[in-house]
């Protein structure tokens, strides 16, 4: 088996148990039995489980990106910024509330990353810029202070519902606020 497939099936399996399980609950030995490989070879290949969470975290931001860019294109500045929260959302509600609860604690602690996948953080604030600047916005709110409302909500939202164990429809609860927000930030 190749470096490549090998790296793959430890993050494939490390995905699935990430869906079900705490990440304090998930041992190198269960994701290696489920990948089919040695534990000597996980540490030859990724090294430590929270190095295997930082992979994890890059590739989710790779594959974030691809998702964004084929939903892009002819789209308003205000579309994007709806397409890049989808995405988060989408995200969240893929990889479920054990994970995204983890994955926000140390995120809150800044124990690991203090941004979601950092390309959907960049293009947030990218596209709010660029609605900005093209006068859709009052003028009475800055880019930043409109960032800060947007991001932090949803983080928020996404605590929230992680907190809660996922029992919510965070993507229709979170649209409601997105509106709300907007609203008062657009120009009429």
Known sequence: ???????????????ELFKQKDYEDISIREICQLAGISIGAFYRHIGSKEQLFKIFHIQLGTEALKILFEKIDNKTPMEKISVVIDIYLDLITYFGYKFVKYFLTLSLNNEIFANPPGALHTFLKEYITEASNNGEFKPEYTIDYIFRALFSSLRGAAFDWSVNSGKSDIKADYSITLNILLNEFKKK
């Open 1 to 15: 088996m190749g470096d490549n497939e090998t790296r793959t099936k430890i993050i494939k399996a490390a995905e």
